[in-house]
């Protein structure tokens, strides 16, 4: 650890703690004017974690506005921009770029490969990069239509570079297991890897200065990119692009000084040393039942820790901004994403406690579970928050400070909420004081200065509005998990759908009930307190036309229209963003059918070849010498369209089976189109004679 990481540490701490302790001793002055008893106590102690969580984030970002403004580098810089190291090797390793699916569309997941293929191409770097799609897609269909884009990939791009498929017929540990099982079979091949999502989007030179970087430092194990969140017409795709855009640069360049070379994964978008990750990253299963038991969900975390602990550098690269993924596009989407990870992050509270994980590793955890864990705490703070306020009747008092001065309570407690308020809306203020103080043009990107102004403030009224239904939703989540309920790790939406009057109702009736009690109970027993929970209640109690309005694509591109919540990104757009727009517009099919992707397979004789080729290549599958049963083979060959999922993926994964359906398929298929050909060039007369 560096002397200038040690400080920002010893700094960002420090101020956290005061801050702290200031509001703490504030509010327990509040609490003490109508006697102090054991519910002002449990406030106090919810104030005091709940206000370390939010001015730790805000002292972080001060620590990278300041580092960012005193060494004048206002606006986030394009990667073509960055300053390559002198001695940067030419030749560089063959790297892997792995790109797990599951259950994900395979027209855009192909388009976003395409995509970055042209780009490695343009770079003059097909001999450097190797592409391999792990998958592990358990719908049959989707598993049929992955198999025919990658072909259809093939044909378009050649053999360079090369890319790969390969899909588990077993689906273990899944994202985890998928990549252990890569290194297992492949790892020895490549010296670095490249870990992507489904989704996600990085363009040829910045996957080769991740490259260069790991080459002039030896010492360093994994190399984390910062992704933006791209794509979506939606109101709430539109502010998460904008918002991580404007507070991404002052938030990111703090927590890099602040980590240093204790750095962490987010599981994609970043390159691994593989025989560090293989020597010290390998997981084992968790003792006990899930939710907490068994498999580790979010396994980033902790591989990262297990590198950290055997001395190997983590480091975070927020200069590496032309990193890319796709967001949820709906409030339920992005509900659903949340409570995955939710369950996956409260899993590490038993790994934070185990031996040799290093301090940092530990925060890391710890600030993961806390991400979730807030909210709960919040709603408990905001109930007792009402408990102690109906006790004391809210009597408005008064105390004099040193000079004599009278200050009321509710002047303390504006002043208390004001202070938090201002920690919250503080790392926008730095995001709109970079891009404003630096280059004149970067603003017009934004739609001009008094556009980024109006958005910034449309995104924070948003903000505010959707907080308490995250809070509630993640308040779910969390007894959920700690009741034992266990959640499975399905594909993300990814579709601009939007979210329907039916599906808004049952999703947040329950959300709109505790907006109406919280507010009616504030009402009747502490007026005084109603205007304070006042955006808690109009959040909760107008749940429902909110997640409609932000997850309409038609709302979101109005905003667009308007100018607000514009990004960079969509005025000068990277062209590794507008090939895979191109690729993604077209939505073609990869052959021509009548029927399913399945139909399809067992009827076109290239299609059936190169699936029994891939799946004669997969050991798990080979030596099928025996068939499914007569009545499956039966309905298969009458329709595979009529077999559950189950049924296909028995007969899939059977090359006996294939090669008999597709000879008794095809063939009568080729007989009755001579007959169709027959009867369109003769009389009806002259066929029944």
Same mark, same amino acid.
């Given at each position: 650890?560096?002397?200038?990481?040690?400080?920002?540490?010893?700094?960002?701490?420090?101020?956290?703690?005061?801050?702290?302790?200031?509001?703490?001793?504030?509010?327990?002055?509040?609490?003490?004017?109508?006697?102090?008893?054991?519910?002002?106590?449990?406030?106090?102690?919810?104030?005091?974690?709940?206000?370390?969580?939010?001015?730790?984030?805000?002292?972080?970002?001060?620590?990278?506005?300041?580092?960012?403004?005193?060494?004048?580098?206002?606006?986030?810089?394009?990667?073509?921009?960055?300053?390559?190291?002198?001695?940067?090797?030419?030749?560089?390793?063959?790297?892997?770029?792995?790109?797990?699916?599951?259950?994900?569309?395979?027209?855009?997941?192909?388009?976003?490969?395409?995509?970055?293929?042209?780009?490695?191409?343009?770079?003059?770097?097909?001999?450097?990069?190797?592409?391999?799609?792990?998958?592990?897609?358990?719908?049959?269909?989707?598993?049929?239509?992955?198999?025919?884009?990658?072909?259809?990939?093939?044909?378009?791009?050649?053999?360079?570079?090369?890319?790969?498929?390969?899909?588990?017929?077993?689906?273990?540990?899944?994202?985890?297991?998928?990549?252990?099982?890569?290194?297992?079979?492949?790892?020895?091949?490549?010296?670095?890897?490249?870990?992507?999502?489904?989704?996600?989007?990085?363009?040829?030179?910045?996957?080769?200065?991740?490259?260069?970087?790991?080459?002039?430092?030896?010492?360093?194990?994994?190399?984390?990119?910062?992704?933006?969140?791209?794509?979506?017409?939606?109101?709430?795709?539109?502010?998460?692009?904008?918002?991580?855009?404007?507070?991404?640069?002052?938030?990111?360049?703090?927590?890099?000084?602040?980590?240093?070379?204790?750095?962490?994964?987010?599981?994609?978008?970043?390159?691994?040393?593989?025989?560090?990750?293989?020597?010290?990253?390998?997981?084992?299963?968790?003792?006990?039942?899930?939710?907490?038991?068994?498999?580790?969900?979010?396994?980033?975390?902790?591989?990262?820790?297990?590198?950290?602990?055997?001395?190997?550098?983590?480091?975070?690269?927020?200069?590496?901004?032309?990193?890319?993924?796709?967001?949820?596009?709906?409030?339920?989407?992005?509900?659903?994403?949340?409570?995955?990870?939710?369950?996956?992050?409260?899993?590490?509270?038993?790994?934070?406690?185990?031996?040799?994980?290093?301090?940092?590793?530990?925060?890391?955890?710890?600030?993961?579970?806390?991400?979730?864990?807030?909210?709960?705490?919040?709603?408990?703070?905001?109930?007792?928050?009402?408990?102690?306020?109906?006790?004391?009747?809210?009597?408005?008092?008064?105390?004099?400070?040193?000079?004599?001065?009278?200050?009321?309570?509710?002047?303390?407690?504006?002043?208390?909420?004001?202070?938090?308020?201002?920690?919250?809306?503080?790392?926008?203020?730095?995001?709109?004081?970079?891009?404003?103080?630096?280059?004149?043009?970067?603003?017009?990107?934004?739609?001009?200065?008094?556009?980024?102004?109006?958005?910034?403030?449309?995104?924070?009224?948003?903000?505010?509005?959707?907080?308490?239904?995250?809070?509630?939703?993640?308040?779910?989540?969390?007894?959920?998990?700690?009741?034992?309920?266990?959640?499975?790790?399905?594909?993300?939406?990814?579709?601009?759908?939007?979210?329907?009057?039916?599906?808004?109702?049952?999703?947040?009736?329950?959300?709109?009930?505790?907006?109406?009690?919280?507010?009616?109970?504030?009402?009747?027993?502490?007026?005084?307190?109603?205007?304070?929970?006042?955006?808690?209640?109009?959040?909760?109690?107008?749940?429902?036309?909110?997640?409609?309005?932000?997850?309409?694509?038609?709302?979101?591109?109005?905003?667009?229209?308007?100018?607000?919540?514009?990004?960079?990104?969509?005025? +000068?757009? @990277? !062209?590794?963003? %507008?090939? =895979?727009? /191109? *690729?993604?517009?077209?939505?073609?099919?990869?052959?021509?059918? &009548?029927?399913?992707?399945?139909?399809?397979?067992? +009827?076109? @004789? !290239?299609?059936? %070849?190169? =699936?029994? /080729? *891939?799946?004669?290549?997969?050991?798990?599958?080979?030596?099928? &010498?025996?068939?499914?049963?007569?009545?499956?083979?039966?309905?298969?060959?009458?329709?595979?369209?009529?077999?559950?999922?189950?049924?296909?993926?028995?007969?899939?994964?059977?090359?006996?089976?294939?090669?008999?359906?597709?000879?008794?398929?095809?063939?009568?298929?080729?007989?009755?189109?001579?007959?169709?050909?027959?009867?369109?060039?003769?009389?009806?007369?002259?066929?029944?004679?």
């Amino acid at each position: 650890m560096t002397s200038s990481t040690s400080l920002v540490r010893i700094g960002v701490w420090s101020l956290t703690l005061i801050t702290t302790a200031v509001g703490t001793i504030a509010l327990n002055e509040l609490a003490a004017r109508d006697g102090f008893g054991l519910i002002d106590l449990l406030s106090l102690v919810l104030f005091g974690l709940l206000t370390a969580w939010v001015s730790f984030f805000f002292w972080m970002s001060t620590v990278g506005f300041l580092r960012l403004t005193l060494g004048r580098e206002f606006a986030s810089k394009p990667v073509s921009d960055i300053r390559r190291t002198r001695d940067t090797p030419v030749d560089l390793p063959t790297t892997a770029v792995l790109v797990p699916v599951y259950n994900e569309d395979p027209a855009t997941v192909f388009a976003g490969i395409q995509a970055m293929i042209e780009s490695v191409a343009a770079e003059g770097l097909c001999e450097t990069f190797d592409f391999f799609v792990l998958s592990d897609t358990t719908d049959a269909e989707v598993w049929v239509e992955e198999v025919l884009h990658w072909n259809q990939l093939l044909d378009r791009i050649g053999d360079s570079p090369k890319v790969y498929y390969r899909r588990r017929p077993k689906n273990v540990a899944r994202k985890a297991g998928n990549i252990a099982d890569f290194c297992k079979r492949w790892g020895t091949h490549y010296p670095y890897m490249i870990v992507l999502d489904a989704d996600s989007l990085m363009p040829g030179h910045v996957l080769a200065e991740m490259v260069r970087r790991m080459e002039n430092e030896p010492d360093v194990g994994l190399l984390q990119t910062p992704p933006l969140p791209l794509g979506g017409d939606s109101l709430l795709s539109r502010g998460q692009q904008f918002v991580a855009k404007l507070c991404g640069a002052a938030l990111q360049e703090g927590l890099r000084c602040f980590i240093g070379d204790d750095g962490n994964y987010w599981g994609h978008n970043a390159i691994i040393r593989t025989q560090a990750f293989t020597g010290h990253c390998g997981l084992s299963n968790l003792p006990g039942e899930r939710p907490f038991g068994g498999s580790i969900m979010s396994h980033d975390f902790v591989e990262a820790a297990l590198m950290r602990r055997a001395g190997i550098k983590v480091r975070f690269a927020p200069d590496l901004a032309e990193s890319y993924e796709q967001g949820p596009r709906t409030l339920l989407d992005y509900a659903t994403r949340d409570q995955r990870w939710c369950q996956g992050n409260l899993q590490h509270l038993r790994i934070a406690c185990g031996k040799g994980i290093p301090m940092m590793s530990r925060w890391h955890m710890i600030g993961g579970i806390m991400s979730y864990l807030a909210s709960p705490l919040w709603l408990l703070f905001i109930i007792v928050g009402l408990l102690s306020v109906t006790v004391s009747g809210g009597a408005a008092s008064v105390i004099a400070d040193g000079r004599g001065n009278a200050i009321s309570s509710a002047t303390l407690a504006l002043a208390i909420f004001g202070t938090v308020m201002a920690m919250l809306v503080m790392p926008r203020l730095y995001g709109l004081g970079l891009i404003l103080l630096g280059d004149r043009e970067e603003s017009t990107f934004y739609g001009g200065a008094g556009r980024l102004v109006a958005s910034t403030l449309l995104e924070f009224v948003v903000s505010v509005l959707l907080a308490p239904i995250l809070l509630a939703f993640h308040t779910e989540f969390v007894q959920a998990c700690l009741r034992g309920r266990r959640v499975e790790w399905d594909a993300q939406n990814r579709g601009d759908t939007g979210t329907t009057w039916g599906e808004a109702y049952q999703a947040h009736f329950r959300h709109t009930m505790l907006g109406l009690g919280l507010g009616l109970v504030a009402w009747w027993a502490a007026p005084a307190a109603f205007v304070w929970l006042l955006p808690v209640v109009v959040g909760l109690v107008l749940s429902m036309p909110l997640s409609v309005l932000v997850s309409s694509p038609g709302i979101g591109q109005f905003v667009g229209r308007l100018g607000l919540l514009l990004v960079p990104e969509e005025s +000068r757009r @990277p !062209a590794v963003l %507008r090939r =895979f727009d /191109e *690729l993604s517009s077209e939505n073609d099919q990869p052959h021509a059918r &009548d029927g399913s992707a399945c139909e399809h397979l067992l +009827r076109d @004789p !290239a299609a059936n %070849r190169t =699936f029994l /080729e *891939l799946l004669e290549d997969v050991s798990e599958t080979r030596g099928f &010498d025996v068939p499914p049963s007569p009545k499956l083979m039966s309905r298969a060959l009458a329709s595979m369209d009529s077999l559950s999922n189950d049924e296909k993926l028995e007969v899939l994964g059977n090359p006996l089976a294939l090669r008999t359906l597709h000879r008794e398929k095809w063939i009568p298929a080729d007989l009755d189109s001579a007959m169709n050909r027959q009867q369109s060039s003769h009389p009806p007369s002259a066929i029944s004679s």
